[in-house]
């Protein structure tokens, strides 16, 4: 159990579109999802915290009307890269945590290209 | 602010035993994990310990926790080519933030 997805796995967009990454809790109900962002060769950074049913909270530093984070439900969270540019370009990981649980859970990553 | 830090590389040969050690500054530390990172991939969670326990084993891996000291590590027994990987060591606190280390890039040689 504790599965997590994420879709797509990859995409290559425009500078100046929008793109929409999920996650997805296959298996289980979380009441949290986090989202992150990992450089080359460094460690993930931690851009967002998404309760279900209400607002995310942000990390310093992260834009909110940049990185759109909607949790509508117990299963799913989609993070919006709004009017992307290639300075976003990076991989973008989402984690799940249960209700009532501690672990976080993560998904397999979206790659994020920004030409 | 609480730090989490990992030495970058490590390099093993195949079938020697794989030690990949963390340091942590938070003293409120609840749980500490082991994530593993295949490249192009997303985390995968290895194990974890609570910070009562000093010491969890599973197969191959086994987790020591120093908590006087602060110190996690994550022993490899037997280390196969396809643990070639990035190690990840993270630890989450009471308000439940979880901070991650830099990744530890393990590499087996045959």
């Known amino acids: 159990g504790a599965v997590v997805s994420q879709h797509p796995s990859r995409v290559i967009c425009k500078s100046g579109t929008s793109v929409k990454i999920e996650c997805r809790s296959l298996?289980?109900?979380?009441?949290?999802m986090f989202w992150y962002r990992q450089f080359p060769k460094q460690s993930l950074m931690l851009m967002a915290t998404?309760?279900?049913?209400?607002?995310?909270?942000?990390e310093q530093g992260v834009e909110k009307d940049k990185f759109l984070i909607n949790h509508a439900s117990l299963t799913l969270s989609t993070l919006t890269v709004t009017s992307a540019h290639p300075e976003d370009s990076s991989f973008y990981i989402c984690?799940?945590?249960?209700?009532?649980?501690?672990?976080?859970?993560f998904g397999p990553g979206t790659r994020l290209l920004v030409l | 602010g609480e730090d989490v830090e990992q030495s970058l590389f490590l390099s093993v040969r195949e079938g020697d035993s794989s030690v990949i050690n963390c340091t942590y500054t938070?003293?409120?530390?609840?749980?500490l994990y082991w994530y593993k990172q295949e490249p192009g991939a997303g985390l995968q969670l290895l194990t974890y310990?609570?910070?009562?326990?000093d010491m969890k084993q599973d197969q191959r891996l086994t987790v020591l926790l120093n908590k006087k000291d602060k110190h996690l590590s994550l022993r490899i027994a037997d280390t196969q080519t396809g643990d070639s990987a990035i190690y990840f060591c993270?630890?989450?606190?009471?308000?439940?933030?979880?901070?991650f280390g830099a990744g530890t890039r393990l590499t087996v040689k045959p």
């Open positions: 938070d003293s409120s530390s609840t749980y």
């Open positions: 984690s799940a945590r249960k209700s009532g649980g501690e672990t976080q859970y």
């Open positions: 993270a630890e989450s606190s009471q308000n439940n933030d979880m901070r």
């Open positions: 298996d289980f109900q979380a009441t949290t």
């Open positions: 310990i609570f910070s009562n326990m």
């Open positions: 998404s309760n279900e049913g209400s607002k995310a909270t942000y």
